[in-house]
């Protein structure tokens, strides 16, 4: 789909804070009528009363477990019965975990493809094919991460599960093309969402100076919400597939692409330096 958004409707996962949140105001701003969910309930709530405060269209606002496919089933069987099939549907929701493969458990991988990989194919599945049948066209949107794209150091598990969904992304894009259905790959680098202070990163006390210090410089680097929400909606309108958040993932991207040394000694430097961050901020 490219084109205003305007009297469309639009489903937002994750919508509760962060990246969905800014997201789901942008389309209503931008006059999409929304339906949002998360599995926040209290922080979805807030979401919606902001939406209709603003003069926006909720036209459904439920908490939901991404990971119970049974759930998300039943949930996409009343929007459908309530709404019709939807125009636009963006896979925002996730949770990120990070640690050196040692450190990481089986359960910490297992989270990382059931939220971040296996939730949004949940929505796929039950969303894009009503939005095929109905022949109106679309779009899609899928919120990997520069780590979707990098060798991000101790990003081996959320790696897993983002990596996946560009993969995903990939193939729908030329798979849904003779449907008018467009779709979007967002790879965020830093953006300040709650997320950045919660991100769980194993083995590694977060409270440690050195581990606050690392911390506050990926904050100071990070993207708005809102100005990635932003993009978002630029790109569903435009119908451009890549959308990068910042110009270091645009360019270490460029440089995984055309000159492979350099992005191997950027990796290898950044490394280091997490390493010695979590040599120093090991929790007890």
Known sequence: MSGSVARRTALVTGAAGGIGRAAAIEASGRGASVVITDIQAGPLAATAESITARGGTVLLAESLDLTDRDAVGAFADRVHAEHGSMDVVMNVAGTSTWGTVDRLTHEHWRKMVEVDLMGPISVIETFVPPMMRAGRGGHLVNVSSAAGLLGLPWHAAYSAAKFGLRGVSEVL????????????????????????????????????????????????????????????????????????????????????????????????????????????????
């Open 173 to 284: 894009r030329f798979d849904l093309e003779p449907h008018g259905i467009g779709v979007t790959l967002v790879c965020p680098g830093a953006v300040d969402t709650p997320l950045v202070g919660t991100v769980e990163i194993v083995g590694v006390d977060r409270e440690h100076p050195a581990a606050r210090k690392l911390t506050e410089r990926f904050r100071k680097r990070a993207a708005s919400p809102e100005k990635v929400a932003g993009l978002i909606l630029d790109a569903v309108e435009d119908g451009t597939y890549l959308v990068f958040t910042s110009p270091e993932t645009r360019f270490a991207f460029w440089l995984q692409r055309y000159c492979p040394p350099l992005y191997r000694a950027a990796m290898r430097r950044l490394n280091r330096e997490l390493t010695a961050v979590g040599e120093r901020a090991g929790a007890p």
